[in-house]
């Protein structure tokens, strides 16, 4: 099992910043990846960022060159840093994780930008 537990939402102003912490109960170097996905109102959970046990990383279309996920050395930690934040960023933020072909998600912070 995976436990994850996500922390760093808030509300913060168009063209802020926030930075997203996922505590996971496993290294990543014990799962498959580790990413962040957001799901806004009426809206279906989409992926944000990806990345793997070598560092490899991908991202969402919308959030490229804005957004970026990280891990601390240890690999317990994932990181989300959101720069120039936008209106249609405002989700709740979930923390994801795969591990023998099975998905862990995190209880979800919330990311709400004003304009």
């Not at 063209?15 to 279906?44: D, E, H």
């Not at 240890?74 to 023998?100: F, I, W």
Request: hydrophobic share 35%.
């Amino acid at each position: 099992q995976v436990q994850l537990v996500e922390s760093g939402g808030g509300l913060v102003q168009a063209g802020g910043s926030l930075r997203l912490a996922c505590i996971a109960s496993r290294s990543i170097f014990t799962v498959n990846f580790m990413a962040w996905y957001r799901q806004a109102p009426g809206k279906q959970r989409d992926l944000v960022a990806v990345i793997t046990p070598g560092g490899s990383t991908n991202y969402a279309s919308s959030v490229k060159g804005r957004f970026t996920i990280s891990r601390d050395n240890a690999g317990n930690t994932v990181y989300l840093q959101m720069n120039s934040l936008k209106p249609e960023d405002t989700a709740v933020y979930y923390c994801n994780a795969e591990r023998h072909a099975i998905n862990y998600w995190g209880q979800g912070t919330q990311v709400t930008v004003s304009s």
